[in-house]
Nanobody, 116 residues
Framework: QVQLVESGGGLVQAGGSLRLSCLAS??????MGWYRQAPGKQREFVAQ???????NYADSVKGRFTISRDNAKNTVYLQMNSLEPEDTAVYYC????????????WGQGAQVIVSS
């Protein structure tokens, strides 16, 4: 029922930019965001935007990444500027619902490779 589909990943040189998109369907979510997982590392939080518009960013991406949403299209975006090799990872779209508990949904992931 719930489905999250990422797009926009790819290969970019250090200092460049990429824009990730996540199209959501099946529900209205409390919030949406992005996580990433680099080879050999655990998945880590990147950015989040709640339904009320409040945003949150990991310290490592503040000032470089911007999360936004288009409610009509039920889509969330991650604009990534000034990319660094350390940003190389698979980026996963996340959506969550808060009821009596928190339920998380995940996309399949979009690979981002930043070369030096």
């Amino acid at each position: 029922q719930v489905q999250l589909v990422e797009s926009g990943g790819g290969l970019v040189q250090a200092g460049g930019s990429l824009r990730l998109s996540c199209l959501a369907s099946g529900s209205i979510f409390t919030g949406m965001g992005w996580y990433r997982q680099a080879p050999g590392k655990q998945r880590e939080f990147v950015a989040q935007i709640r339904s009320d518009g409040v945003t949150n960013y990991a310290d490592s991406v503040k000032g470089r990444f911007t999360i936004s949403r288009d409610n009509a299209k039920n889509t969330v975006y991650l604009q990534m500027n000034s990319l660094e090799p350390e940003d190389t990872a698979v980026y996963y779209c996340n959506a969550f619902l808060v009821r009596t508990n928190i339920v998380n949904y995940w996309g399949q992931g979009a690979q981002v490779i930043v070369s030096s």
